[in-house]
């Protein structure tokens, strides 16, 4: 006769987890079951508050970055463009501005499609889909492909004088 005690329950739901996509980011240790998930909630609080940090550090260095396009920039084109030709590139620069997040949307979901280890692994031996949940994107080109789009479009910059004549 078949008997549902609570440890085989538990033994059960963990080997499922195992041998199946579904699984918890905190399981208990087989050895282990009587023991609660303080331990591994107090390490994933940790590992928590560090991709936090770090997250932090890259929002304030994005604003650092990011802060003296429009005071200087917008008062460079108002200084060294003509009076008729400035609103023009005013405007360029502010729909510059609001475009730019959406085209990394887009070209990170295009970049999602290749598997993580493109230049590791050829094509033809990739057994996952995009479609499988185990699929990882290859989310680092995307910052090859704008860095070589910024390095191309910073070769004009270099051709610039030295100073510009006033208008």
Do not use: H
């Not at 399981?27 to 591994?40: A, E, R, T, V, Y």
Request: charged share 15%; net charge negative.
């Amino acid at each position: 006769m078949l008997t549902f005690e609570p440890f085989n329950l538990v033994y059960f739901s963990i080997l499922l987890g195992v041998y199946s996509n579904i699984t918890d980011v905190c399981q208990p240790d087989i050895s282990n079951l009587d023991d609660s998930n303080d331990q591994c909630v107090i390490k994933m609080d940790k590992e928590n508050r560090n991709v936090l940090s770090i997250l932090f550090i890259g929002q304030i260095l994005l604003g650092i970055g990011g802060v003296p396009i429009q005071p200087f920039g917008i008062s460079y084109i108002d200084d060294y463009a003509s009076k008729r030709n400035s609103p023009l590139y005013i405007g360029i620069l502010f729909a510059v501005t609001i475009m730019g997040p959406g085209v990394a949307f887009i070209l990170g979901s295009a970049m999602l499609r290749y598997y993580v280890d493109i230049d590791k692994i050829p094509a033809n031996e990739i057994v996952l889909t995009p479609s499988d949940p185990r699929w990882i994107g290859a989310w680092w080109m995307g910052y090859i492909v704008a860095a070589s789009v910024v390095a191309i479009a910073s070769v004009p910059y270099f051709f610039f004088p030295r100073e510009m004549p006033q208008e």
